[in-house]
Structures are given as structure tokens and as C-alpha cells.
């Protein structure tokens, strides 16, 4: 089992920053990559971005590329989303996840949730 804690989710105008973290336990946090996803009322939840276990490798999603950055600290056990330029339509709550099946962009095919954080953006 692996338990995930999300913090940093809040208000803020179109434009402003905010960094999301993920606090993990229950297995050993480098073995596993990572991944954010979101979700909008009445929407589908979305891929945000992935780093691999090391955190050498990361992918982002089209609508967020070049604004956001996915970063892991492995002595912390802690996953980092750093949102940047953000925009109305960022608006969603955030979910960290762990993949231990190699379920890059699928939700489906991550293995454990948080609970997510709020992140709303005012135009």
C-alpha cells in the first residue's frame, strides 16, 4: 500500500504560481514513478505530468507544457508540481498518483490515489 497526501492547492489569480506537493509513504518512494492528474466539475480526469522513478525523465501534458514542472525529492518521499502563468482554465482539483504498472498517460493504470487539492483560478 502506498498512502499520498496532496497540499498547496488554493485561489489564485490568472497569471499567479502555485506548487502542489505529494507526500508518500508506505513503500519505498523510488521505485515508483509518479504522476498529477485533474479534474474539472463534469470532466473527465486528465494526465498533468509524470516523472519517472529517479525523476530523469518527465512528460507533460500539451496544455500545460511550459508552465508547469514535475519534480521529486526521493530523500523527502515528496512529488512537486510547480504551476506557473496559470489560467482560468487550470481550474480543477489535482491528484498525485503513484505507477507501479507503467501507467503513464491512463489514469486506470495508476495504483494508488491521494485525495486531491483544490486549485481554482480567478480571472
Known amino acids: 500500500q502506498v498512502q499520498l497526501v496532496e497540499s498547496g492547492g488554493g485561489l489564485v489569480q490568472a497569471g499567479g504560481s502555485l506548487r502542489l506537493s505529494c507526500a508518500a509513504s508506505g513503500r519505498t518512494f523510488s521505485n515508483y514513478a509518479m504522476g498529477w492528474f485533474r479534474q474539472a466539475p463534469g470532466k473527465e480526469r486528465e494526465f498533468v505530468a509524470r516523472i519517472s522513478q529517479s525523476g530523469g525523465s518527465t512528460a507533460y501534458a500539451d496544455s500545460v507544457k511550459g508552465r508547469f514542472t514535475i519534480s521529486r525529492d526521493n530523500t523527502k518521499n515528496t512529488v512537486y508540481l510547480q504551476m506557473n502563468s496559470l489560467k482560468p482554465e487550470d481550474t480543477a482539483v489535482y491528484y498525485c498518483?503513484?505507477?507501479?504498472?507503467?501507467?503513464?498517460?491512463?489514469?486506470?493504470?495508476?495504483?494508488?490515489w491521494g485525495q486531491g487539492t483544490q486549485v481554482t483560478v480567478s480571472s
Open positions: 498518483a503513484a505507477d507501479f504498472s507503467g501507467g503513464y498517460y491512463r489514469p486506470d493504470r495508476y495504483d494508488f
